[in-house]
């Protein structure tokens, strides 16, 4: 190969493994934050409303711990709506309703899989 295209394909390669890394990450980060709202889902099931709001309290200081990083590298809107989404569930845990608490934190969980599907290295995402 030529010296002249070391540079940019080093280049391409960087952003190629930038790529692989933050959606690997993303999906961890993710993954993590559906599971800890599933066993806030759990805890409510069983009427424990106070380790309820505690696991949602854990899943959103994970979430604000990563604040920095998903507004660099996915859209503010979905972070933004996934924060709401945090407010809420934690408001229905505290005032122990039940079915507002089931509904938001399906949402929530769906909007966190959609947040780690926009960052997913495929075809779709690249074209």
């Given at each position: 190969?030529?010296?002249?295209?070391?540079i940019?394909?080093g280049?391409?390669a960087?952003?190629?493994?930038?790529?692989?890394?933050?959606?690997?990450?993303m999906?961890?980060c993710?993954?993590?934050?559906?599971?800890?709202?599933?066993?806030a889902?759990?805890?409510?099931?069983?009427?424990?409303?106070?380790?309820?709001?505690?696991?949602?309290?854990e899943?959103?200081?994970?979430?604000t711990?990563r604040?920095?990083?998903?507004?660099?590298?996915t859209?503010?809107?979905?972070?933004?709506?996934?924060?709401?989404m945090?407010h809420?569930?934690?408001?229905?845990?505290?005032?122990?309703?039940?079915?507002?608490?089931?509904?938001?934190l399906?949402?929530?969980?769906?909007q966190?899989?959609l947040?780690?599907?926009?960052e997913?290295?495929?075809?779709?995402?690249?074209?």
């Amino acid at each position: 190969m030529k010296k002249g295209l070391l540079i940019p394909a080093g280049l391409l390669a960087a952003i190629l493994a930038f790529c692989l890394w933050n959606s690997a990450a993303m999906t961890a980060c993710t993954a993590r934050w559906r599971a800890q709202l599933e066993e806030a889902e759990r805890l409510a099931a069983s009427g424990d409303w106070g380790g309820t709001a505690a696991a949602i309290r854990e899943s959103y200081a994970s979430w604000t711990a990563r604040q920095t990083y998903l507004h660099i590298v996915t859209s503010h809107d979905a972070v933004d709506g996934a924060e709401a989404m945090y407010h809420r569930a934690l408001a229905f845990a505290e005032s122990e309703e039940d079915s507002e608490l089931r509904a938001e934190l399906a949402d929530l969980r769906d909007q966190l899989r959609l947040l780690a599907e926009m960052e997913e290295f495929s075809l779709r995402n690249v074209l």
